[in-house]
């Protein structure tokens, strides 16, 4: 069975206003999006300011990671990236 690409990307630099249904709203311009999800701080149950869309297409995350990063939504300049898989970080070591 081939490996799907990566579909998760990684948004940061999101303004702490933004909603999950914002965040939705964003990306779903570029495809289908099967989940969009903010981070929080379990304390204060604040958005941290940065959160993950997940695509069912590969296509769908590379046009909206091309089209997202760098545009400014809110007042704040966007960081997207491809989200990492926890398989990419192993055989890495730190010192």
């Known amino acids: ?10 948004v940061s630099r999101l303004s702490f206003y933004t909603t999950n249904e914002e ?4 990306f779903s311009p570029f495809g289908v999006v099967k989940k969009a999800r903010l981070v929080y701080d379990p304390i204060t149950r604040r958005p941290k300011g ?3 869309v997940t695509y069912d297409s590969e296509v ?3 046009r909206a990671l ?3 990063n ?3 939504v ?3 300049l966007l960081f997207v990236e ?3 898989t926890e398989t990419q970080g192993e055989g890495s070591s730190c010192g």
Do not use: C, E, H, V
């Not at 965040?23 to 964003?26: A, G, I, M, S």
């Open 70 to 72: 760098g545009r400014i």
């Open 66 to 68: 091309k089209s997202m």
């Open 1 to 10: 069975m081939a490996s799907r690409l990566p579909t998760q990307l990684f």
């Open 82 to 84: 491809l989200a990492k």
């Open 50 to 52: 940065f959160g993950f």
């Open 23 to 26: 965040l939705k709203r964003l």
């Open 74 to 76: 809110n007042g704040k």
């Open 60 to 62: 769908d995350a590379q």
